[in-house]
Structures are given as structure tokens and as C-alpha cells.
């Protein structure tokens, strides 16, 4: 299911990033995220129903110096004040990934993460997956009836 991303939800987060959301047209959303103690900055563009091939689907780019990052069919999102951060959400059966972008510029991405990794007991897993679970359990809690 996608949620539907409203003007409100563009301006949370870019609250929580700490940056102004630019329209580009109707339905993209350009955030500039810039540290300047780590001469660090991203670009964060929210493409808000985008169709392809007679589909629409939320798409998140993240561009920053030589990288480009992309999350297709981004289903839903969690903004944290707290930890200054907004991660975005794609489900797909048995499989999430999450794309993670906080206000000193840096940007994670967890892709095609199985759900038993997320469900199952964290402590038991290498620390590398362990970090990843943890990241991307807050998916558990959003269903089909999950709304911002």
C-alpha cells in the first residue's frame, strides 16, 4: 500500500533535517541538507506519485558529491526529531528497505532486508546485521492501516 504524502509530510521533514523543502513542479520536492562543520550536503528529492508504467509509486532520490541513492516505491516514512533523522520505507512481501537520511548530511541504505532479520532476536545477529534490524524495525509497527 502507499501512503499518500502531503504538504504537511514534505514540511516535517524537512523540519527534522533542518532545511526548507523546494517545489520542483507539482509533485517533486528538492531538500538541501548542509553541514558546515563537516563541509558535508546532500539533496534530497521527494517525487510524490510518480507513474511508470501505468503505476505510481513514491520515489526518493539522495544525491551527494559523487553518489547517487535510490529508494522506488517508498510506502511510508518515520521523521524523528530526536534523532534527526527521516527514513523511508519500501515493503515488498517479505522484504523492506529502508533508505536513512539525517541533518548532518549522511545517508544509509538498507536494501531488500528479509523480514526474519528484522523480527527475530537482534543480539543474536553480527553486528553489522544487528544494525541494520534495529534501523529498519520500526516497519513492523506500520501496516496496511498504518497513516501519518
Known sequence: MIHQFTK????????????????????????EVVN??????????????????????????VYSGNTTIQLHNCTAFAASEINEQVIFFGKSIDRTSGL?????SSCSLYANVDESIMSGD????????MMCAIALSLTELMDDDFSF
Do not use: Y
Open 122 to 129: 537482534f543480539t543474536s545477529l553480527p553486528e553489522d546485521l
Open 8 to 31: 504537511e509530510n514534505i514540511e516535517t521533514i524537512g523540519k527534522v533535517l533542518g532545511a526548507t523543502p523546494k517545489p520542483l513542479g507539482k509533485d517533486v520536492f528538492r531538500i
Open 36 to 61: 558546515s562543520e563537516e563541509n558535508a550536503r546532500l539533496a534530497l528529492e521527494i517525487h510524490l506519485g510518480l507513474e511508470a508504467n501505468d503505476k505510481q509509486m513514491n520515489f526518493i532520490s
Open 100 to 104: 536513512i537520511v539525517d541533518k548532518a
